[in-house]
């Protein structure tokens, strides 16, 4: 059973990096065929896809978000990273990581994480 957790300061300030971790157990994250996803819930709006790395490592971003936004991976820890640059209020979120069997598809997700952008 694949478990993910989200990690990463509550409180960024505008124009910096945001930067969140999922941590991944029960599956290593260079299983054939999984896709790591971020996603993200902005206060009274719907879910927006962010980006995603998969289990060879090859990363796929938002059209609206791929200026900013960088994934990486570290497999000796199982964990998977999100860094968002350049930060407005407008990025105040909740912010999730996923996984499935493509870029699009979220069998699991974590609980998620609350990011505030304010000074």
């Known amino acids: 059973q694949v478990q993910l957790r989200e990690s990463g300061p509550g409180l960024v300030k505008p124009s910096q990096t945001l930067s969140l971790t999922c941590t991944v157990s029960?599956?290593?994250?260079?299983?054939?065929?999984?896709?790591w996803s971020w996603i993200r819930r902005p206060p009274g709006k719907g879910l927006e896809w962010m980006g995603a790395?998969?289990?060879?490592?090859?990363?796929y971003y938002s059209p609206s978000l791929k200026s900013r936004t960088s994934l990486s991976r570290d497999t000796s820890k199982n964990q998977f990273t999100l860094q968002l640059n350049s930060v407005t209020p407008e990025d105040t979120a909740k912010y999730y990581c996923?996984?499935?069997?493509?870029?699009?598809?979220?069998?699991?997700w974590g609980q998620g994480t609350q990011v505030t952008v304010s000074s």
């Open positions: 790395i998969d289990y060879r490592g090859n990363t």
């Open positions: 996923a996984s499935g069997g493509d870029a699009t598809d979220f069998g699991s």
């Open positions: 029960g599956v290593s994250i260079t299983t054939d065929y999984y896709y």
